[in-house]
């Protein structure tokens, strides 16, 4: 949620200086360069906690702590698949070997 916050706060200040900009004649890609400068800057320097806190959200994401984000469907194969195993205690899985060519 911390990233959608600081992602939608560049986002704020990027619109209306990407329209100022354009306003001004400077041209589709000067405006957008000279937008994304400036709200860079005012983020990097006004928006620190909030920065901070989406980076400790990515961080948290992608570091192999955070549970994994599993869909409905994957839950219900992985839920099918623990019954039919405790249903046939003799059918052995081997997760950790790769299947052989043919």
């Known amino acids: 949620m911390a990233f959608l916050k600081y992602s939608l706060i560049r986002l704020a200040l990027f619109a209306p200086l990407f329209a100022l900009f354009l306003y001004l004649h400077l041209g589709v890609l000067l405006a957008a360069l000279c937008a994304g400068m400036m709200s860079f ?54 997760t950790d070997t790769r299947p052989k060519d043919s």
């Open 41 to 94: 800057a005012i983020s990097f320097l006004f928006f620190q906690r909030q920065r901070d806190a989406a980076t400790a959200t990515l961080h948290h994401r992608f570091s192999g702590k955070a549970k994994p984000l599993r869909s409905a469907g994957e839950v219900a194969d992985a839920d099918a698949e623990d019954r039919l195993v405790d249903q046939h205690p003799d059918i052995a899985v081997h």
